[in-house]
C-alpha cells in the first residue's frame, strides 16, 4: 500500500512539472515570435568615425563671418549615428590650434568620458564605447573653459537608435547654438541658431507631408537658460531628455535647458506653413524657422517623397543646406566687429587698470600662477603689469597643473601650449604696452610696459 502511494505521488509530480514546462514553453513563444523579426535584435555591429578638430572660419548669418573650432569643419560637427548594442569608434584627430576632446554623453567609462584626456594639438585618441541607451544625445569639447570651446562651435548630436526599430518618420536633427561677437561668455550672445547659421529654416524651411510623421532630434548646446521649443498647428509628443524609455509627453511647448535633449514628433492633417522657434528673446536671434507641409503626390514614392512604411532621414539635405550658408574657408579674413590699433599706445590700457589692484612691478620673469585654470581662483599672470627697459626680453614659465599659453592680443607673439614647467621668452624691441592673455583661459590677461 506504501508503495502504491508512492508510485501515485510520483506520476503526479511529474505530470505536473510536464504541464508545468509546457505552461512556461507557452509563455515563451511571444518572445521567441518576436525575436525571429528581422528588424528587432538584429546582432550588434561596429560602427567607425573620423572625427578631426580643425580651426577655420565660416559665416553664421549673411555677411558676418567668424571664427570658428570646428569638428570635420562645420557648426554643428557631423550627426553620429549607431543603434543599441552597437560598439563605437572615433579616431578623433586634433588639427586645432589648442587642446581639444570629444565628450558624449550616455553610460561609457572614464577613459571615453573625453575630459582628462586632453588631445594636444597635432595628436589623435581613439573613443571606444558600447552605443546605450537609445535616444538623442550630444557631445562637445570639454577642454576648460568648455563654455568657450562650446560656443565656438565644437559639438554635435548623437542618435542611438532602439535596437526594436521605430515607427517610420521624416527625420530631422536640430542642434541649437549660440555665439557672441565680442564675448563668449556673455548671458547674452549675439547669435542663437539651429544648426550653426542664424534663421536658416527661414528660407529654407523644412519640407514634410501631411499625415506624415516628422520627427525632430534637438539638443540644446547653448549657455542661456531654458527657452520653450514651440511648433505651431499642432500639439506634439515630447521624449523627455530625448532617452526613448521615457513615456512621451502631449506638448504644446517644450522646455530644454542648455546640455539637454528632447525628441519631437509631430504631424499636421492640413497643408501650410508652420512656424518652430524658440519662444521669447532666441526668435529674434536666430531661431525663427518653419516647416513648408503638403500634400503628397498621388506617385509619391515611399521612403523618398513621403515617410509611411520607410523613414526619411534628412541630415544629409540639412548638412548640404548650412555647408553652403557657412562657406568654412580658414584663409578668409572674419567680419570686423570692433576697431582696433597696433601702436601700443599707452593709454589704451592705463586708462582701464586700477593701480590699487594691479601693482606696476619692474621684472623681466613671470610667472602662470598655480590654480590659474580655474576662473574662481583670481589666479592669473603674475605680475598683470609688467615694466621693463625697451629691449629687455621676459620670460614667463608655467608654475600651473594644465596647459597656457601667453598670446598677444594683435598677434605679435605666441607661445604655443605652454606644457606644466615650460617657460616662453620674447623680447620687446620698442616702447609701448603690450596686451597678451591665454588663448586656453581668456580670463587670464597680462600686459608689458616697455619704456
Not at 548630436?157 to 555665439?179: C, H, T
Not at 518653419?290 to 540639412?318: C, L, R
Request: net charge negative; glycine share 6%.
Amino acid at each position: 500500500m506504501f508503495v502504491d502511494r508512492t508510485y501515485v505521488m510520483i506520476l503526479v509530480l511529474v505530470s505536473f512539472g510536464v504541464s508545468f514546462g509546457f505552461l512556461l514553453l507557452d509563455s515563451q513563444i511571444p518572445l521567441q515570435t518576436f525575436a525571429e523579426n528581422a528588424s528587432v535584435h538584429s546582432p550588434p555591429t561596429t560602427r567607425t568615425f573620423t572625427v578631426v578638430a580643425e580651426d577655420t572660419t565660416l559665416e553664421i548669418a549673411p555677411g558676418i563671418r567668424v571664427e570658428a573650432w570646428t569638428y570635420n569643419g562645420t557648426i554643428p560637427g557631423p550627426t553620429l549615428r549607431a543603434t543599441e548594442g552597437d560598439r563605437v569608434i572615433i579616431n578623433f584627430i586634433n588639427n586645432g590650434k589648442l587642446p581639444h576632446t570629444m565628450h558624449f554623453h550616455g553610460d561609457h567609462d572614464e577613459k571615453n568620458d573625453g575630459v582628462f584626456q586632453e588631445v594636444l594639438p597635432g595628436e589623435s585618441y581613439t573613443y571606444d564605447f558600447v552605443a546605450e541607451p537609445a535616444g538623442v544625445f550630444m557631445y562637445h569639447c570639454h577642454v576648460m573653459p568648455v563654455s568657450e570651446h562650446v560656443r565656438n562651435g565644437l559639438y554635435g548630436a548623437f542618435i542611438v537608435d532602439p535596437k526594436e526599430g521605430l515607427e517610420p518618420a521624416r527625420e530631422y536633427v536640430l542642434v541649437k547654438g549660440e555665439y557672441d561677437l565680442e564675448d563668449q561668455s556673455t548671458w547674452t550672445p549675439d547669435y542663437v541658431f539651429f544648426n550653426g547659421y542664424a534663421d536658416q529654416y527661414w528660407n529654407n524651411p523644412l519640407p514634410a507631408k501631411t499625415d506624415e510623421l516628422v520627427r525632430l532630434y534637438y539638443v540644446d548646446m547653448g549657455a542661456i537658460p531654458a527657452y520653450g521649443f514651440h511648433i505651431h498647428g499642432t500639439i506634439f509628443d515630447t521624449i523627455i531628455s530625448g532617452i526613448w524609455e521615457n513615456e512621451p509627453v502631449r506638448t504644446q511647448t517644450w522646455e530644454v535647458g542648455p546640455g539637454n535633449a528632447a525628441i519631437f514628433e509631430a504631424t499636421w492633417k492640413q497643408p501650410g506653413r508652420y512656424l518652430f522657434h524658440l519662444h521669447g528673446v532666441p526668435e529674434e536671434k536666430g531661431t525663427m524657422a518653419y516647416f513648408d507641409v503638403n500634400d503628397a503626390s498621388p506617385n509619391a514614392i515611399d521612403g523618398v517623397n513621403v515617410a509611411k512604411t520607410k523613414s526619411i532621414d534628412m541630415w544629409d539635405w540639412q548638412k548640404q543646406t548650412l555647408t553652403n550658408l557657412q562657406l568654412a574657408d580658414k584663409n578668409v579674413k572674419v567680419t570686423p566687429t570692433v576697431a582696433t590699433t597696433s601702436n601700443h599706445e599707452d593709454h589704451s590700457i592705463l586708462t582701464q587698470l586700477n593701480t590699487d589692484d594691479h601693482q606696476i612691478i619692474e621684472t623681466t620673469l613671470c610667472d602662470v600662477e598655480e590654480g590659474s585654470a580655474i576662473k574662481s581662483s583670481n589666479k592669473s599672470f603674475y605680475p598683470k603689469l609688467t615694466q621693463i627697459k625697451a629691449g629687455d626680453t621676459i620670460t614667463w614659465t608655467n608654475k600651473d597643473i594644465s596647459v597656457h599659453t601667453v598670446t598677444s592680443n594683435d598677434e605679435l607673439f605666441d607661445s604655443g601650449m605652454l606644457m606644466p614647467d615650460d617657460t616662453f621668452e620674447q623680447t620687446f624691441e620698442e616702447v609701448g604696452l603690450y596686451e597678451y592673455y591665454c588663448m586656453l583661459h581668456p580670463w587670464m590677461t597680462g600686459t608689458v610696459k616697455a619704456v
